[in-house]
Every structure is written in C-alpha cells, then in structure tokens.
C-alpha cells in the first residue's frame, strides 16, 4: 500500500492535491477533502475515508446530498468540514461542545451546539420543500428531552432519536412534530426523507421506523442546522454524522446505513 500520508505532504502548502488522485487510484473527493484537513489522516484512516465516497458515489447517494459531517473523525478540525464541498458550509463550535477523536461532537445542553452554518431555506439545492432528507447518526442511546438536530433561530426541521416518552419524533418542513412510538434505543443513524407535499417517513439504520407520516409542509426554515441545538432548546445527544440533501429512497437509506456503519465500525464510533 502507498504511504498517503507522505505522498500527500508533498503538495500540503498549496492545499491543493493536484494529481494526487491519479497517482493513488482515489476519487478526487476524497483528495480534496483530505487538501482540507490540518492535519493529515493515515493511510488507514484515507483507505476508509476513499470507500466512503466511493461507495456513496456507487449508490447514486452522493450526488444527492447537499452536506456531509462526518463528526466521528481523527480530530476537531476534519470534523468540521462539509464532504461535499471542503472548504464551504464549515462547521463552528460555540459555547461548551465537545470532539472526541473518533465518536463524534457532542454539546453541554446548555449553549453549546455545532453550527453546520448549512441553511436549507437559503444553500438548499438537492434538499426543498417536498423533496428532502435529512439524517444523524446518534450516539446516545438514552433518552433526551430535547432534539438533537434542529435549527438554531427556526422550527420545522429537527431530529428527535429518543425522547421522554420512548418515541423517535422528527420535523422535516413541518409545523408539528410526526412521531414514531416504542423506541427504546436512540443510538443508531436516524433519518427521514420527505417525498411529497403531504408524505414522509422515518428510517433508523436503514430501515423504515414507523408508518409514513402524513403533515403537510412548509418553506424550509431560514436558519442553519445545528447539532445540539433546536430553536430555543439545547440538546446533550452526540452525533457522530450528520447530512441533508434530496429525497433518498428505501433502497439507498440501507445503503446509507451499510456505508456508514462500516466507517464507524472501523474506527470504534
């Protein structure tokens, strides 16, 4: 196997791995992705990130997505950035939030939170009214009584993996929360996609959760997406992945699923 990490040395003051995607054999994704990262993963931790993409490319999800944080990574900084375009939608930290190498971000259910800065109302372009998707991959397996995934400033989009009351509840431009009773488990990469004016439904681990929800929609809120964060309310769950983008069929949520779980697996998240 190549040394990446050398290889990709050579060009680290451009932050621009011109050819380095020939010379490897690798999408040029994941090269300018890696072009983005301070500091350089191994060639173990490339080999996974390279089968990532690929694979989402195979399954016709990538092109779908408009954002993808992969939290659960070698450090805070990678973290932060957007896959799907290195360099734009970069996450900030504010307040008390937390990166743990390899899990993921989680905030102090205080104020803290993980600002993706990705706004669907305004940098939506897969993800729109009535045809959207939105996931998060938990690490927390208890309950939380607030969201996980929301607005900062906005209702209408959120992701609830388990609240109170043992239900994994979701928005997705909607006014009132749809709610999928008897989950006793918050951990695991929950999901829901909209696929009409009045039709939506929910996945955990690739699988629908629940009957097909039936709220009409809204205009996506104009307000950017945060971990730990929903509205006014402020959430302790860790995330160890989060993405938007269009509609994903039941088909490509398991692929989804089987992506990223493989990822995780990997690396202990």
Known sequence: ???FASVLNVSHQTRR??????????EQETANLIANMTVQPSAARIVLIEALIAGLKTDGIWDKLDVLYILAAHDAQAARLNWKAPGTRTATETATVTHTTDRGYAADGVAGELNTTFNPSTHGVNFLQDASTLFLWSRTA???????LGLRTAAGLHIHPRNASDQ???????????????????????????TGAAATQGYRNGATLGAAGSTASNAPGNSSLSLGRNNSTFSTVEGAAI????ILSGAEHANLYTRLATYMTAVGA
């Open 243 to 246: 993405g938007a983008g269009g």
């Open 17 to 26: 791995y011109q050819g380095i995607d020939e010379a490897l054999g690798i």
């Open 142 to 148: 208890g309950q939380s009584t607030n969201p996980a």
């Open 168 to 194: 994994f509840a979701y928005r997705i431009n909607q006014t009132a929360a749809t709610t999928v009773t008897a989950q006793a488990d918050g951990s695991g990469l929950f999901a829901v996609t909209r």
């Open 1 to 3: 196997m190549p040394n």
